[in-house]
């Protein structure tokens, strides 16, 4: 397998890392039966419950993307805010970042792998080093807003201790046989605010308030079924 090279740029360095598999971790909240109400709230949109809870999707490499726009079909499909874990060539080289789980959610209805599948997986440029911001994990903050005939709507604001910690993230990667060197991990989101929204932009922010940093990414979302 060819590997792809993600560029990051880490502490104002410029960085190339290898990936050769990318995953995203659905249904990761850490609150059981706040978990429970997002499977509710995809139940009411069709999609079936999962066999388990967490739940591991395998994603095309060349789903990753950084160009600020993808395109999509229909006008169902919505991004979600998630933290992003990168593994490098070895265990001094694990990075954290923010990214957008794009998903078709008429597709996901049908099945919830392939809804991933279609969509592109946006990701920021900017990273983070993980143990400068492993020991106050619990305090890092997840914001995302969805363009909306216009205008900029709050779509999520949470901190990351609404999703599974930091080391049952890395216990079930281990569970799944995850091959952890040179992958990239969607590895979970947080609550919406009011429920699924569809929009032509969609903006996400990880907020590091106890180092005073945050890492953003904007995209736009360009229906390419309609001539505009």
Same mark, same amino acid.
């Given at each position: 397998m060819n590997n792809i090279?993600?560029?990051l740029t880490i502490n104002n360095v410029e960085m190339e890392i290898k990936i050769?598999?990318?995953?995203?971790? &659905?249904?990761?909240g850490r609150n059981t039966e706040k978990t429970m109400e997002h499977i509710i709230e995809l139940e009411k949109i069709g999609v079936r419950r999962p066999k388990e809870i967490p739940a591991l999707?395998? #994603? $095309? $490499?060349? *789903?990753l993307n950084q160009t600020?726009?993808?395109?999509?079909l229909g006008s169902q499909s919505s991004g979600e805010a998630e933290i992003v =874990?990168?593994? &490098?060539d070895n265990d001094d080289e694990v990075y954290?970042? #923010? &990214?957008?789980?794009?998903?078709? $959610? *008429? =597709?996901e209805t049908i099945d919830i792998n392939q809804s991933k599948q279609i969509c592109d997986k946006p990701i920021a440029k900017k990273a983070w080093k993980l143990n400068e911001v492993v020991n106050h994990w619990d305090d890092l903050l997840l914001t995302s807003q969805i363009l909306v005939n216009g205008e900029w709507q709050d779509y999520q604001r949470a901190k990351i201790n609404e999703i599974i910690p930091l080391n049952e993230i890395k216990n079930f990667l281990t569970k799944k046989d995850v091959p952890m060197k040179n992958s990239v991990v969607f590895s979970g989101t947080v609550p919406l605010l009011d429920g699924f929204k569809y929009g032509s932009g969609f903006k996400m922010v990880f907020v590091d308030k106890v180092r005073e940093d945050k890492i953003e990414a904007v995209y736009t979302i360009t229906r390419i079924d309609r001539e505009e």
């Open positions: 090279l993600l560029p050769n598999h990318v995953y995203c971790i &659905g249904y990761a999707y395998p #994603v $095309r $490499r060349n *789903s600020g726009e993808i395109e999509v =874990l990168i593994f &490098g954290i970042t #923010v &990214g957008s789980d794009h998903t078709d $959610r *008429s =597709l």
